[in-house]
């Protein structure tokens, strides 16, 4: 009987009792289509690719997947791809990050499941990288993250436009009567013109950043256009390294090696530079929380007050990721970011980022676009993790991208008490509101009914838009895109449908917010709050059965980063407790 030794197509084998007949049957089922016995001798990459006719992010997988095997196949492995779950984010209901834990599972799943010894995940749209990382931290095999890229601007009378902060802001101009319909029918048609994903940092260009930043991707990939040669070469590139780690030729590199408490901390050193996306940090919690590394928001602020923010980019900024990377990208930022970085973390190409940076240290930077940190677009970090009696757990601040004339604000609360209840009264012209009121969401976070989407970035009521207001402060417990803008106050921990403090709001309250002072708090007195208590009624729906079920029995509030309590890499009773 022939020694089997698990490469390629032995790893995981099926189990018939007979490994050496499960061995001949795999081969013979796969010969086919069409391999050659010598070829099946070869360590095995996995591609795990993700396009979809919902996904437009994903437009260029096929592309990419090709590259990826020209890459494998010229280091001498076997290039396999296969199918996973695609999350095209505005294709999805509820909201994609209901979404997001199940293709989590999937790539996890299917990377241990199936014959492979190193895999490369193709993903970009706002879930599925964090996905993919997700999975590939707890699958724990060598892994390389390829982001699809993103798109290159459009143009409208002689301005560039990206997707989606400069959707918003045409749309909030013809809320406010500004422009006409005819306009805004021309602008859709010119606001993503190319494959690839919002070409702002968002949440798929932040979490392009973070997932280089962690060392997950190749160095300089992050934010190459999606539609660029260089992306395919980085394919290339990505195959070929999977490829050696497969064949024994350089150090195998696995996640666990990789997503460290000091590459974390990295990741959100640059989150809060490029001032990045809201989102980021849930993602980022997420995937550190599958190897059990804890996400503090306490340490968020230490980290955001000696911080600056370098890039200057939409929202925060001026311009798009095709400037990023043409100012030297990933690369010209974490040079300037050196000092405080952690040197001695390793990216899956073995070297450590102090030796990348020592080997970058001549390479260009465009001022404009990337800032030294002797001049910063704002001396603190982009984000801000705010406390009190209203977020105990904690709420976010995008504040690089917020109105400083609000950061310390007292208002009399207009209440929302669902997505649908915002939709039927925020354009009513007798709703009792003005400029000085706080607007607050409720029932909008993770086991809502609802899923915690991108709906924090609530409108500002027509009546005010049309009068020329143009921010105003807004709490929820639900996300934003990270292509928004405005002093928005989002995943309040616990949630209202938890039962967390949110829920005991009412119409006419007060609020207190202080960004000086980190600060979050309803100014409502202890009996009256008990007394609301006793009558709250539950808003959690019934969900009989399904994947909604099992997100809604099982996720996690935002400062747990909203996975499943079973993923994470160990019990957290401080992170995981789920009420209030």
Not at 34 to 40: C, K, P, R, W
Not at 159 to 188: H, M, P, Q, S, Y
Not at 500 to 527: F, M, T, Y
Request: hydrophobic share 45%; glycine share 8%; with cysteine.
């Amino acid at each position: 009987m022939e020694e089997i030794n698990e490469v390629g197509m032995a790893r995981g084998l099926t189990n018939y009792g007979d490994r050496a007949f499960a061995l001949y049957l795999r081969r013979s089922f796969i010969k086919s289509m069409g391999y050659s016995g010598d070829i099946l001798k070869k360590p095995v990459v996995g591609i795990a690719s993700s396009p979809s006719g919902f996904n437009n992010c994903h437009r260029a997988m096929p592309e990419l997947v090709d590259a990826v095997k020209r890459g494998v196949l010229a280091a001498g492995a076997l290039p396999i791809d296969f199918p996973t779950i695609s999350l095209g984010e505005v294709f999805l209901n509820p909201t994609s990050l209901m979404f997001r834990n199940l293709m989590s599972m999937d790539v996890e799943e299917m990377v241990r499941a199936q014959p492979m010894d190193s895999v490369v995940m193709i993903g970009g749209c706002d879930k599925t990288v964090p996905a993919q990382l997700m999975g590939a931290a707890s699958a724990d095999v060598p892994a390389i993250q390829l982001v699809t890229g993103p798109m290159m601007t459009g143009r409208h009378k002689g301005e560039r436009l990206g997707a989606c902060t400069d959707c918003r802001r045409f749309w909030g101009n013809f809320r406010a009567g500004k422009i006409e319909r005819e306009e805004i029918d021309v602008v859709e048609s010119r606001l993503a013109t190319t494959a690839g994903t919002c070409a702002v940092m968002g949440t798929a260009s932040t979490m392009a950043c973070i997932a280089e930043a962690l060392g997950m991707s190749l160095p300089g990939s992050a934010a190459i256009p999606a539609v660029h040669a260089d992306r395919l070469r980085a394919a290339e590139a990505s195959g070929t390294l999977a490829a050696r780690m497969a064949l024994g030729q350089v150090p195998v590199v696995r996640p666990s090696d990789v997503i460290t408490p000091k590459s974390v901390e990295n990741a959100l050193r640059v989150l809060l530079a490029l001032g990045g996306s809201t989102n980021a940090i849930i993602h980022l919690t997420a995937v550190a929380g599958r190897l059990n590394i804890p996400i503090s928001l306490a340490r968020l602020n230490e980290l955001s007050d000696t911080t600056p923010v370098l890039v200057n980019l939409k929202p925060t900024g001026d311009n798009y990721m095709e400037d990023f990377y043409a100012a030297g990208g990933m690369s010209a930022l974490l040079r300037e970011l050196k000092p405080l970085l952690h040197l001695d973390t390793v990216s899956v190409t073995g070297e450590t980022l102090g030796e990348r940076l020592d080997a970058e240290a001549d390479s260009w930077i465009d001022s404009k676009i990337v800032r030294p940190a002797s001049d910063p677009i704002e001396p603190v970090g982009g984000l801000v993790a705010l406390f009190g009696s209203l977020a105990p757990r904690g709420a976010i601040l995008k504040r690089s991208a917020a109105d400083k004339n609000l950061f310390e604000k007292e208002g009399r609360v207009v209440l929302f008490t669902s997505l649908e209840d915002l939709s039927a009264r925020i354009d009513d012209p007798d709703l009792d509101v003005t400029a000085d009121d706080i607007l607050v969401l409720q029932n909008a976070g993770p086991t809502s009914r609802s899923g915690m989407p991108e709906a924090g970035y609530l409108p500002i009521p027509k009546k005010l838009a049309q009068a020329g207001v143009k921010d105003m402060v807004r709490i929820s417990d639900a996300r934003m895109s990270g292509t928004a803008f405005g002093t928005i106050v989002l995943h309040v921990a616990p949630e209202a449908a938890a039962g967390g403090p949110l829920a005991l709001v009412q119409n006419g309250d007060r609020i207190r917010l202080s960004v000086k002072h980190r600060s979050l708090d309803l100014l409502v007195d202890e009996a009256e709050l008990a007394r609301r208590r006793l009558v709250l009624p539950s808003t959690l729906p019934h969900i009989p059965r399904g994947y909604a079920k099992l997100y809604q029995d099982h996720v996690l509030q935002a400062d747990a980063g909203c996975d499943f309590d079973f993923l994470r890499a160990a019990a957290q009773p401080q992170d995981q407790a789920r009420g209030a």
